[in-house]
C-alpha cells in the first residue's frame, strides 16, 4: 500500500498572500510539521525556538521551528512548523491532524474526518 499525501498550504496568518503550497506527506508517527526552512523564510514565517527531535532511525537532532497557519482539506489550524533541509519531503505531523478532526485509516490509508473533536 502507498504512502498518503494531502495538499497543505502554510501561511502567516490566514489573510496573508504569501503561501507554501506542496503535497505533504501524512506521518502520525511525526508530532510537528516540517517544511523546507527556505521555503518557510520566503512567505514570512521566523524561527521562535529550538527543540530536539528524534528522526524516524532514532538519533535525535536540534531544529528550529516556527508557528504557522496550516490549511488542509477545506481546514484551517494552527501550530509549529519544523524549519527542515531544504530538500525535504514536507510532513503533515499528527497534532495538525488531530487539531481538525481528521485521521488516518490504517487499512485504507485515507484520511477519514471524525464526526467530533474529541475534547477529552
Do not use: N, Q, W
Amino acid at each position: 500500500m502507498g504512502l498518503t499525501h494531502v495538499t497543505t498550504t502554510l501561511r502567516t496568518s490566514p489573510t496573508a498572500k504569501k503561501a507554501f503550497r506542496a503535497d505533504f506527506l501524512v506521518d502520525t508517527g511525526a508530532t510537528d510539521c516540517v517544511a523546507p526552512g527556505r521555503r518557510l523564510r520566503a512567505i514570512g514565517i521566523r524561527p521562535v525556538g529550538k527543540t530536539a527531535y528524534e528522526l524516524a532511525d532514532g538519533t535525535p537532532r536540534e531544529y528550529a521551528f516556527g508557528v504557522a497557519v496550516i490549511e488542509f482539506l477545506g481546514d484551517i489550524t494552527a501550530g509549529r512548523v519544523i524549519f527542515g533541509p531544504d530538500d525535504i519531503e514536507p510532513i503533515l505531523g499528527v497534532t495538525a491532524l488531530e487539531s481538525t478532526g481528521v485521521t488516518v485509516d490504517p487499512k485504507t490509508r485515507t484520511l477519514k474526518r471524525l464526526p467530533a473533536i474529541p475534547l477529552k
